[in-house]
C-alpha cells in the first residue's frame, strides 16, 4: 500500500514527475522512471510532419466523438484537414467521458465513466494544460472508509489490522498468509513479478510490439487467478483477496498482463481530477474544434491554416466500403430521424469506434483476416455505476477518525465499491459544510455490473440503498428520507459502446495489440482509441492513439498532396 505525499492542485510537470518518482521509490523500482515517461508521451507534433496549412483539400472522416475521435480532429486541423467528426450521440461528445449533472448550476454531479488520471499519463496532462483545466488531487485511498465482508465490517486501517482480526477467520488460510496484511498478499501478486522482469524488458510493458519478450507472452498465457495459484496462495487467500478488493475480483480470469500494464507505470498513485466534472476536457476540444481563432490553444498557427471541422452528432456509421479508383474510403451513415443511408466519399478515416461497436458496421471489402477476428473476440468489461444525489453527506459526518472524505469502501456485496468525492479535501481537520453531496454509490464489474445493471431501476435503488446502509452501519430505510436523484450507466446497454471498456483475456495481447492499431484498406483507414493503446480502460490510450493516428494520416497523404 502506497503511502502518501501532499500532492498540490494544478500541479506543474516537474510536480507530477516528482510524484511518479516517489511513487516508484516507495516500490523499490526508480530505474522505470525515464522509460515511463518517454512512453507515455506524446508522439512529435503533426506539424513536425507538414507546415500548417499544407493538407487544406484532404478530407477525414472521424469516426467517434470520444476522447481519441476529438485528439485525433484537434491535430489534423492544425495542417488544413477538412475533417468531418461523425458522432453517434445526439446530445454529448466525450465517449467514455460521461459526467451527470444534477443541477442547472452544475455544482452537482457524477462520474458514471471515467473519473480520474495518474500523473504518469503524459498525453492526458498535455491536453490538460493545453487547454489550461484546473486539477485536484484524486483521493484514491482512505482510512476512514470501510472493507464489508461477509457481514463484517472494519475501517480501512494502513495496516490491515481490522482486516486480518475480523475478516481473516472467515477465510480458510495459511498461517503465513494470515500472518500477512492484504495488501502485502496483493502487492506479492501484482508488485514482485513485474519486479522480476529486467527494466529493458519491462518497457515492452508499454510498447506495441510484433512479438513480446518471452517473459511478457507468459505473463499474457495466464489470466489472473492462475497467476496467483502459480505463486503459491491458496484458495482461501485467493477469495478473501477478490472479496476484500472487489476490483481484484472482477477481473480474475483477464490476462495477467493486463495488471502489468497498470502497475508498471504506477497507473493507481497520485491521481488527479478536474473540478467541475471530466466532461470539461472534451469541452475544451469541442470550443478549439468550432472556434474559428482558437489562438490559445493553436499557439503559433495562423487562423487560416486550420481546417474546418465539421460535427456530425446523432449519425451512425452503419458501413465503410473502398471502391473508389482513387482509392479514397465512402462512409455510409444515417439518423434516427432519417433511417435512409447516405453516402460521403473521404480521401482517409480515422476509425476510433470501440470493437464492441464497430462489429456491427458492414465492411466492403473485409478489413485484414487478423483484424476481423480482433473486432470478433476482443474483452470488453462490464462495468455499472450509480450516481446518487443526498441532501446531506452523512459519510463526513463526526470525528476526524469518523469522517470519509474521498478514497472508496470495498465490499463483498454486488455493489462492490462506494466511491466518495474529494472535493472537500481541504477539511481532513476540520468539519466540511453541511451541503448536499453526490456519492458514487455503486461501481461494480463483470458478473455483479451484469446482474446490477440489469434488474429494474426500482429494485436496482432499493439494493444499492440497503447495502449502503449496511457497510456504513446505518438503520435499515433511513437513506429513503435523503436521496434526492440518482442515475445509473450499465455500461454494456449503452448504445455505441455495448461495454466499458477493453481488458483483454489471455493471449489476446500477443495476437491483437499490433492487429489492432494497424492500417486497413492500404493505408486509408487508422485506428485509435484506449483499445488499441497500450494504456487500456484509460484516457490516456486514447488520447495517445489519437495523436498517432493524426500523426499517420499526415505521414500517408504525402503521394496526395503531391498531386494537388
Not at 8 to 21: E, F
Request: one cysteine or more; hydrophobic letters at 35%.
Amino acid at each position: 500500500m502506497t503511502s502518501s505525499v501532499m500532492q498540490p492542485n494544478n500541479p506543474s510537470t516537474k510536480d507530477r514527475h516528482d510524484l511518479l518518482y516517489t511513487a516508484l521509490q516507495q516500490e523499490s523500482r526508480t530505474e522505470d522512471f525515464k522509460n515511463i515517461i518517454k512512453l507515455l508521451s506524446p508522439p512529435p507534433d503533426i506539424t513536425t510532419i507538414h507546415t500548417p496549412g499544407s493538407c487544406k483539400y484532404i478530407k477525414v472522416a472521424v469516426l467517434g466523438g470520444g476522447l481519441a475521435g476529438l485528439a485525433a480532429a484537434f491535430e489534423l486541423r492544425k495542417l488544413g484537414f477538412h475533417v468531418t467528426l461523425l458522432e453517434a450521440e445526439e446530445e454529448r461528445v466525450g465517449g467514455r467521458i460521461y459526467t451527470h449533472y444534477f443541477d442547472k448550476d452544475l455544482n452537482f454531479y457524477g462520474e458514471l465513466g471515467a473519473m480520474r488520471f495518474p500523473v504518469s499519463h503524459e498525453s492526458t496532462w498535455h491536453y490538460i494544460d493545453l487547454f489550461n483545466l484546473n486539477t485536484r488531487p484524486f483521493i484514491q485511498t482512505n482510512e476512514n472508509a470501510f472493507i464489508y465482508v461477509r457481514g463484517e465490517r472494519v475501517r480501512n486501517d494502513p495496516q490491515g489490522r481490522g482486516v486480518q482480526q475480523c475478516i481473516y477467520p472467515k477465510f480458510d488460510m495459511t498461517k503465513d498468509e494470515r500472518n500477512t496484511p492484504w495488501f502485502d498478499l496483493e502487492d506479492s501478486v501484482f508488485l514482485d513479478p513485474l519486479k522480476e522482469i529486467p527494466p529493458e524488458i519491462r518497457k515492452e510493458i508499454l510498447q506495441i510490439r510484433e512479438n513480446y519478450h518471452p517473459s511478457l507472452d507468459v505473463a499474457d498465457f495466464y489470466n489472473l487467478r492462475q497467476v496467483m495459484e502459480k505463486l503459491g496462495l491458496s484458495d482461501g487467500a485467493i477469495e478473501m483477496l477478490t472479496n476484500v478488493n472487489p476490483s481484484t475480483g472482477g477481473f480474475l480470469y483477464n490476462s495477467f498482463f493486463e495488471f502489468l500494464m497498470e502497475t508498471y507505470p504506477a497507473s493507481f498513485s497520485y491521481l488527479y481530477e478536474i473540478p467541475g466534472g471530466l466532461a470539461l476536457l472534451p469541452q475544451a476540444f469541442l470550443n478549439a474544434l468550432l472556434h474559428d481563432m482558437p489562438m490559445d490553444c493553436y499557439d503559433g498557427i495562423s487562423p487560416m491554416d486550420l481546417g474546418k471541422v465539421s460535427l456530425k452528432l446523432g449519425h451512425r456509421v452503419m458501413a465503410l466500403s473502398q471502391h473508389r479508383v482513387d482509392g479514397g474510403v465512402s462512409v455510409h451513415y444515417n439518423t434516427k430521424d432519417d433511417p435512409v443511408i447516405k453516402q460521403e466519399d473521404f480521401d482517409f478515416v480515422v476509425c476510433t469506434l470501440p470493437f464492441s461497436s464497430l462489429r456491427r458496421v458492414e465492411l466492403f471489402p473485409l478489413f485484414s483476416s487478423k483484424k476481423m477476428q480482433a473486432i470478433r473476440i476482443l474483452t470488453y468489461m462490464s462495468a455499472q455505476k450509480t450516481a446518487s444525489l443526498f441532501q446531506d453527506r452523512f459519510w463526513e459526518r463526526g470525528s476526524p477518525e469518523e469522517r470519509i472524505i474521498g478514497g472508496a469502501s470495498k465490499t463483498d456485496l454486488p455493489i462492490n465499491t462506494v466511491w466518495y468525492p474529494s472535493d472537500h479535501g481541504d477539511f481532513v481537520d476540520t468539519v466540511p459544510p453541511r451541503i448536499p453531496g453526490v456519492l458514487l454509490s455503486s461501481y461494480n464489474w463483470g458478473q455483479d455490473a451484469v446482474r446490477l445493471g440489469n434488474i429494474p431501476d426500482n429494485i436496482r435503488l432499493y439494493d444499492i440503498l440497503r447495502q449502503l446502509e449496511a457497510v456504513h452501519g446505518l438503520h435499515r430505510g433511513s437513506l429513503n428520507y435523503l436521496l434526492q436523484d440518482y442515475k445509473t450507466v450499465h455500461w454494456n446497454t449503452e448504445p455505441w459502446f455495448w461495454g466499458a471498456f477493453s481488458f483483454y483475456s489471455p493471449s489476446e495481447n500477443r495476437l491483437f495489440s499490433k492487429v489492432s492499431i494497424t492500417p486497413e484498406y492500404n493505408n486509408r483507414v487508422f485506428f485509435a482509441g484506449e483499445h488499441v493503446s497500450v494504456s487500456r480502460a484509460w484516457m490516456q490510450g486514447s488520447l495517445q492513439t489519437g495523436m498517432m493516428a493524426a500523426n499517420d494520416v499526415a505521414k500517408a497523404c504525402k503521394s496526395l498532396l503531391s498531386n494537388l
